[in-house]
């Protein structure tokens, strides 16, 4: 099937459902405005089917009632498909995920047959056959696969052997390629670029990556939000009352003499009520989910993107989200009778066998300064100490196999002895960790030196590592998280909109203070808990703030259930996602400035196309009122500033301009407006202006344009 066909396919369903929504029950639910344009749509095509009268209501012309009747139900139905188009781009975000789900060949390895590592690195396999092509669907848990270069993974798994650069780009949106390497998860759907990977399968069939996104997005319900609720309100009881005022100018121009026709008084109550905010609502509120689809951000309720528009409180994680979550060393500070280059030396071995990105770090720093360590022998042979929760430090220990003359002064280039301590025999451990950790351990040490020089660290937004031989201190290292591009930007945006910030980081008061003032945060929770981020959630909503969170963790997770916008990592567990309404598939924290963004932004169009609706009445009212009254009474002709052609050109006009602002609107409303971060009231102000003043002057020209078309027309 071509993609040309596609297209008319996805078209098709697209119209049938539009017009499957102009079932008066189903309007009757969703949309009363649109249910009352509805039910004028068949009084006046009724009208224009019964047999000819000579009732006080109804005019002679039977052409002109099946015009307006046409014009009316082409209103509704440009209502529906507006709905249609946005729920549509909802489905095709679904649709393009389940293309990744297709059955695909898989290399399955035989058991009892060997491949060749090398340092957990595929280098060969033997040349007995070790393979058999099986479809994707047949695996199961715990097999293994061999995927080449320019194959697809056949299902979500981890990497036994092998390094290449995985393709996500279908999946997550990033262009460039990952690397990714031995224990490293790799998705199903994703395709190898270079090299070829060993990969265990650990998804069950129907139970991977996509399978829970696709799930996820199907199932996310869209249902009303408050401000919906409250608009809807508004709008039926608008309804309700131009009903009432129309049916009792109906009677008292009765009594009054004046030929009162029904379908002009039908043209005026459409006319009058706020039709265009009520055929769009439901497209804007449905426009929300679908572009924060574009930005692989699954909403599982539209509650949270409301949220987000009144949020008035965010929450940040330092690490990840404000920063770059990887600290890099930047600086070896020595204790006193120390240089720097003894501290790089230690600070060296005791990151020797830490595999972590700020272990590896700070032998690139030590070797970038040419700080290697002159008893390489010694850390080669050394035992590694993992670091743990508990102990919070991690280094080497070794036993000397001879004597080490380590002095604390040396005319050498690179100074390798740090003290007159005689080693021979005797357990060594270099160790570096916190400084609270590290104090509890080492005794030769001054300790107001070590606290002053950590604060001073501390100043300008460093971590320090203490570093240390056996009890003795010798230093500290400092290790630097960089700031998030373009993150002070990005808050400052948050900031002029209204909203307070809150970082939440286990640093140190004095270092979550200093990337606080960097990032213009407002305020900081430093040294906090797991548990701090759910009574800070509490205790701000106790405030009456509408609070935004994000998480990745368990421990997250029932913060992020009582938060009013949340947002969870997709790398993160399953109780995070789960108890989040807003599910982050590239896992970037910093998106919940985004949340935030399009939450006012969906505000914003709401208002405007609420303000442009209602000031639609002033020139309807101008053009159909005169058209009411003008051949009974002349004098009302003084009312038709418009100039119009005649009262039948003057109600068509203004039906036609009503139903064509619909899908004119449709763009906007899928879209939005334009957002520019400024003080709540600032906007008001603006789009009163811009789309009040507008939604005045751009009827009046409208209606008298199509009102010439017509008098040439209808000659």
């Given amino acids: 099937m071509t993609t040309k066909n596609s297209v008319s396919i996805i ?26 344009v509805e039910m004028g749509f068949f009084i006046v095509f009724a009208i224009a089917l019964i047999p000819s009268t000579n009732s006080e209501f109804v005019n002679e012309s039977r052409i002109f009632y099946l015009e307006s009747s046409i014009i009316l139900i082409v209103t509704v139905w440009f209502a529906t498909f507006s709905e249609s188009l946005s729920e549509a781009q909802a489905k095709a975000k679904v649709d393009s995920l389940k293309n990744l789900e ?47 270069a320019g194959e697809i993974i056949p299902r979500d798994g981890i990497i036994t052997a092998g390094k290449a650069f995985i393709d996500e780009s279908m999946m997550t949106g990033e262009s460039n390629p990952v690397f ?17 990977l060993e990969i265990e ?27 919906e609720i409250a608009l809807t309100l508004l709008l039926a009881g608008l309804s309700l009352i131009f009903v009432i005022v129309i049916g009792t100018m109906l009677f008292l121009g009765y009594f009054l003499g004046y030929r009162m026709d029904i379908s002009v008084l039908i043209a005026l109550l459409v006319a009058l009520m706020p039709t265009t905010i009520g055929g769009l609502l439901p497209a804007i509120g449905v426009s929300g989910i679908n572009r924060l689809a574009r930005d692989n951000i699954v909403v599982k309720s539209g509650k949270g993107i409301e949220a987000a528009g009144d949020c008035d409180v965010l929450i940040l994680d330092k690490t990840g989200t404000i920063t770059e979550g990887t600290r890099r060393a930047i600086e070896f500070v020595p204790m006193t009778n120390f240089t ?39 850390i080669l042979a050394s035992r590694p100490i993992e670091f743990s929760s508990e102990t919070r430090f991690s280094g ?46 080492v005794t030769s040490v001054n300790e107001a030196e070590l606290r002053w020089k950590s604060q001073e660290i501390s100043k300008h937004g460093g971590t320090p590592l203490v570093v240390a031989i056996n009890d003795e201190a010798i230093g500290l290292v400092s290790l630097k998280d960089n700031l998030k591009e373009n993150i002070c930007e990005k808050l400052e945006e948050v900031k002029v909109s209204g909203i307070n910030t809150i970082m939440i980081t286990g640093d140190n008061y004095l270092t979550a203070q200093v990337i606080a003032k960097e990032a213009n945060v407002d305020q900081i929770m430093a040294e906090a808990k797991p548990t701090d981020k759910l009574n800070r959630v509490i205790e701000e909503q106790n405030k009456g703030h509408i609070v935004g969170m994000i998480g990745d963790g368990t421990n997250d997770a029932p913060a992020l259930a009582k938060a009013d916008v949340g947002l969870a990592m997709n790398r993160g567990t399953a109780a995070a996602r789960e108890a989040a309404n807003m599910v982050d598939l590239d896992s970037d924290p910093s998106k919940i400035l985004k949340v935030v963004k399009l939450g006012k932004q969906l505000l914003m169009t709401r208002g405007a196309i609420t303000t442009f609706s209602i000031a639609n009445d002033i020139a309807k009212y101008f053009a159909i009122l005169p058209a009411m009254f003008m051949r009974e009474n002349p004098k009302m002709g003084l009312l038709n500033i418009m100039q119009l052609h005649n009262p039948e050109t003057a109600v068509l006009s203004t039906l036609i301009f009503n139903a064509l602002v619909i899908p004119l609107l449709i763009p906007i409303s899928l879209k ?39 008098s040439l027309v209808m000659k």
């Fill in 102 to 148: 297709k059955e695909v060949m898989a290399r399955k390895l035989i058991s009892g047959y060997d491949l060749i590592k090398k340092d957990q690195e595929l280098v060969s396999i033997n040349d007995i056959p070790t393979e058999k092509m099986v479809t994707s669907s047949s695996l199961k848990m715990g097999d293994k696969v061999l995927v080449r």
């Fill in 11 to 36: 078209n098709g369903k697209m119209l049938a459902d539009s017009v499957t929504k102009l079932n008066p029950t189903y309007l009757a639910k969703k949309n009363p405005v649109m249910f009352t």
């Fill in 396 to 441: 080497i220990e070794f036993v000397a196999k001879k004597k080490m003359n380590i002095t604390r002064t040396s005319d050498d280039k690179i100074s390798k002895r740090l003290s007159d301590l005689e080693v021979s025999n005797q357990q060594i451990r270099i160790l570096k960790g916190s400084v609270d950790s590290m104090l509890k351990i």
């Fill in 340 to 378: 720097e280059e003894e501290v790089g030396q230690v600070a060296f071995a005791a990151s020797f066998n830490d595999s972590t990105h700020e272990g590896k770090s700070i032998i690139e720093l030590a070797e970038q300064k040419s700080f290697d360590p002159q008893f390489m022998e010694e």
């Fill in 180 to 196: 990714k390497e031995k224990d490293d998860p790799v998705l199903g759907g994703t395709k190898v670029t270079n090299d070829r």
């Fill in 201 to 227: 399968i650990t998804a069950e069939a129907g139970k991977s990556f996509l399978d829970e996104m696709v799930g996820l997005i199907e199932s996310a319900t869209r249902p009303k939000t408050q401000n």
């Fill in 672 to 710: 939005g407006v334009k957002y520019k971060p400024e003080a709540p009231q600032k906007t008001f102000l603006k789009n009163m202006l811009i789309y009040g003043f507008g939604g005045i002057v751009f009827p009046f020209a409208g209606i008298k344009v199509i009102d010439i078309i017509l």
